[in-house]
């Protein structure tokens, strides 16, 4: 089962969070999220549990308790949702309101009101 950890100091390293959880059950990963710029946790991570009923009595455990001063929220990590590839730029738009031959009457009618006999 897959957790989420979050509220965690930003002092907390893999190793701690590995030894807080295997008290649990068997650990089979532990991983700290940080900032891809400063190497600095984001405060949050992730452990996997070897089954779901360790990973559940991790959660009943450790969802609230103190580590570091800081009350835990530890639940069942939800999967990402999908996103866009990086070098894509979303759109997938429509297009806009008009459909070009709409667009051709409006500007045709609005350029005999101006136009210069």
């Not at 779901?52 to 455990?61: F, P």
């Not at 530890?74 to 008009?98: H, K, L, T, Y």
């Not at 459909?99 to 101006?114: G, H, L």
């Amino acid at each position: 089962m897959n957790l989420y950890v979050g509220n965690l100091d930003y002092g907390i390293t893999e190793e701690d969070l590995r030894e807080v959880f295997q008290e649990y059950g068997e650990v089979t990963s532990v991983k700290v999220i940080v900032d891809r710029e400063t190497n600095r946790s984001k405060g949050f991570g992730f452990v996997e549990m070897a089954n779901n009923e360790d990973g559940q009595k991790a959660i009943n455990e450790l969802n609230g308790a103190l580590l570091e001063d800081r009350p835990l929220r530890v639940n069942e990590a939800r999967d990402r949702e999908q996103r866009p590839n990086r070098g894509s730029f979303g759109g997938g738009g429509g297009g806009g309101g008009f459909k070009p031959r709409d667009n051709n009457r409006f500007r045709d009618d609005n350029r005999k009101r101006y136009d210069r006999d």
